[in-house]
């Protein structure tokens, strides 16, 4: 019989995050919400007088926000908790229609002080009654090309929860409606496959159950395919609306202006990365000999290649290798790691119908958040250490920064979780140097942290660059049509060495992030820049973990890419890139010898 997981309330509330640090109470809860309902009001106070009083609106929307941001947090984390429960599912579709409303409420803010001289602006700017919202000034003139009238800026917020809803099907179809089916473990037990365990049969020794999960994932979703892609084409349509309607000429310009990334930084990665392809071709040759496999499929890509070794971690001891690994941050951000493993940070186990996968989210005034589903192994160990990088970036940006300017930009969100994956396998390699099976082991680690996050994430953008461009051209987004150009990429990318499986055309169809426009691209720059930064912390020391600290805690005071510039990497120019993809091709050859 199948292994059925616990329910939420079954398992150790020592190993879950404490969202009673957000309100203690649920009264807490609703008397906030109330109260937002009230801020909202005084928000709409000052339609067609914030040109008059600029300071007066700012505040009501800047506090009003604020408050949001806090019942987002706990309705929204109560309900990943456990999805399938119709209470916390009210509360969240409660809270999403709080935020429209909101939205809605301040959204002549922009346009009434657009109305404004360009000169008054640029003083108000300047004026340190004005700090906390210099640079959304500063910004409100760099859009004005791209900001409508206040009618129809109200008209767009109010759209904005029925443009939502395609990734709102995603999400309930993926954490709590899919049907996946049961396979046999190594001991051929019948074990439910869910997203938690996926990854970790991808992983297994035993060639059958890879295949058995590849297939029974994927053929899962293959069967849905007209029903997916008529969701996924309906999140491309609002995004190309959204483009149309703010007079930007392509979805990705709409999704990367505002973040201040010029278009050629998405270019730059897609051609760098499409560049050093042979090396990519390179490592699976190497896999596919260290395996003794005739043919290489794409579900003989996450199993260790190193054979009969395996670095099995618990959580505990996963959390206190990351703190070795980390120690080169510095004394005070271990002992603030430490104080969120003890104080209810972090949700670590999967339960029945818990949101899949792991991430770092909180609210201003309130410690950071991390979601995991733990594995015991080194990727369980890794996942960690990129969460916490995340939640340690959001700690020292709201410690720095008023509310306004403490949110940093996508672009450079997945740097400090990447830089922190970087110095733990720096640290491991170093710490196994003398043990030639494990220098392997961690060499192929540390080829496939590029290979996912490099290599499958440009892939994934050069996808989302295409479906939306075949949308932009007046294309039918079909499944056929998309799950034939996701095949495509794949063969253009692992076909060389590996059998690509018919299966895995269906893959686009479970990626949450591309719910999430031009997003995903942000994880291969992020790795890149964290690879410069890790190697400058490790070959300069206290300097260069000053600088790093500078650019944790810039939030959006400055533009992304000149908070990358603290910390020593310009991502305008392609060196990044490269440079990073040549330390794939090395690592390539040094696991070679290793073999050898």
């Known amino acids: 019989m199948a292994q059925e997981l616990k329910t939420r309330n079954e398992m150790d509330p020592r190993w879950q995050w404490r969202l009673d640090h957000i309100f203690a109470a649920e009264a807490d809860y609703e008397q906030a919400f109330a109260a937002a309902g009230e801020q909202i009001e005084q928000v709409k106070r000052y339609q067609g007088k914030a040109a008059k009083d600029p300071k007066a609106a700012l505040d009501a929307r800047n506090e009003l926000a604020k408050q949001l941001d806090r019942l987002a947090a706990y309705a929204l984390m109560h309900k990943d908790e456990d999805g399938g429960d119709p209470q916390r599912q009210a509360r969240a ?13 301040g959204s002549y803010l922009e346009s009434e002080l657009l109305s404004l001289p360009e000169e008054t602006l640029r003083a108000l700017a300047a004026d340190p009654a004005y700090a906390e919202y210099s640079e959304d000034l500063r910004n409100l003139l760099r859009q004005k090309p791209h900001t409508l009238p206040a009618e129809q800026e109200h008209l767009l917020a109010s759209a904005g929860e029925v443009m939502g809803v ?15 089916p049961a396979i046999r473990d190594e001991e051929g037990r019948e074990v439910q496959l869910t997203h938690g365990n996926f990854g970790p049969f991808l992983r297994s020794r035993d060639r059958q159950v890879r295949k058995a999960a590849f297939e029974g994932m994927h053929e899962t979703f293959r069967k849905f395919t007209a029903t997916l892609s008529a969701n996924y084409a309906g999140a491309v349509k609002a995004a190309v609306f959204r483009a149309r309607a703010r007079h ?12 201040e990334i010029p278009e050629s930084v998405y270019d730059n990665l897609l051609s760098e990365v499409e560049r050093a392809l042979p090396a990519l071709q390179e490592y699976l040759k190497l896999r596919k000999k260290a395996l003794g496999v005739e043919d290489l499929h794409l579900y003989d890509l996450y199993v260790p290649m190193i054979a009969d070794y395996e ?4 959580y505990p001891e996963a959390f206190e290798l990351v703190c070795e690994g980390l120690a080169p941050l510095g004394a005070d951000y271990i002992e603030k790691l430490r104080e969120g493993y003890n104080g209810g940070w972090i949700d670590v ?4 119908a818990k949101r899949s996968g792991a991430y770092s989210w909180g609210c201003y005034g309130v410690h950071p958040y991390v979601l995991l589903n733990h594995s015991d192994d080194l990727l369980g160990a890794m996942t960690l250490a990129h969460e916490l990088g995340h939640s340690m970036h959001t700690y020292y940006s709201s410690l720095s920064q008023p509310y306004a300017k403490a949110n940093y930009s996508l672009f450079v969100a997945e740097v400090a979780s990447t830089c922190n994956e970087v110095l ?22 540390l080829l496939e942290e590029f290979r996912t996050t490099v290599f499958r994430q440009t892939m994934f953008a050069a996808f989302e660059k295409e479906s939306h461009a075949m949308l932009e051209r007046g294309e039918a987004l079909t499944g056929e049509a998309l799950s034939k150009m996701y095949l495509a990429l794949n063969e253009k990318y692992y076909g060389g060495a590996c059998t690509v499986d018919e299966a895995i055309q269906a893959e686009w169809m479970r990626i949450p992030h591309f719910y999430r426009n031009f997003y995903v691209y942000q994880y291969a720059t992020g790795f890149s820049a964290a690879v410069s930064i890790a190697n400058r912390i490790l ?27 603290y910390a020593g990497v310009d991502m305008e120019q392609p060196d990044a890139v490269r440079s990073a993809l040549q330390v794939f091709a090395r690592t390539v050859e040094d696991l070679k010898k290793l073999m050898n």
């Not at 710490?431 to 082991?441: E, I, L, Q, S, V």
């Open 311 to 314: 670095m099995k971690l618990t």
């Open 93 to 105: 579709a409660k809270l999403q229609s709080l935020l429209v409303q909101a939205s809605s409420a």
């Open 539 to 565: 070959t300069e020391g206290e300097a260069a973990v000053e600088d790093y600290r500078k650019f944790l805690s810039a939030g959006c005071s400055v533009p992304p890419i000149q908070a990358l510039r």
């Open 424 to 445: 733990l396998m720096r640290h491991l390699m170093k710490k196994y140097a003398d043990d030639p099976k494990a220098a392997a082991f961690l060499c192929n680690q």
């Open 349 to 352: 186990y999967e339960n029945k």
């Open 166 to 180: 395609p990734r709102d099907v995603f999400g309930m179809f993926n954490n709590v409606d899919l049907p996946l």
């Open 248 to 259: 930007y000429a392509s979805a990705r310009q709409a999704s990367l202006d505002p973040l």
